[in-house]
């Protein structure tokens, strides 16, 4: 495996991984600066109101998004599957 394809393959699977969890930060991110712009509103400080919302909110996202998922991983699977014998070279 000569360098350049070693870098590619590592560009790849660090892309990948990003798009894959980007949309699961993005939500817990948005559900979490909602949760404590509402506690500032309302002085309430309970620490499982931050937790519980967003735990709910990555569920949702994980059950809408499976099948994307799923798929993604699938199509990176075989493409690295397929590129194993210039992995050898």
Do not use: C, D, Y
Not at 49 to 73: D, G
């Amino acid at each position: 495996m000569n360098p350049e394809f070693a870098i590619e393959l590592l560009k790849t699977l660090m892309l990948q991984t990003m798009s894959i969890a980007a949309p699961f930060l993005a939500v817990a991110m948005v559900v979490g600066l909602s949760v404590s712009l509402l506690q500032a509103v309302t002085t309430i400080h309970e620490q499982t109101l931050t937790f519980v919302p967003k735990a709910a909110a990555i569920v949702a996202t994980m059950v809408l998004l499976l099948p994307w998922v799923v798929r993604s991983l699938v199509e990176f699977a075989t493409s690295m599957i397929e590129k194993m014998p210039q992995m050898v070279q």
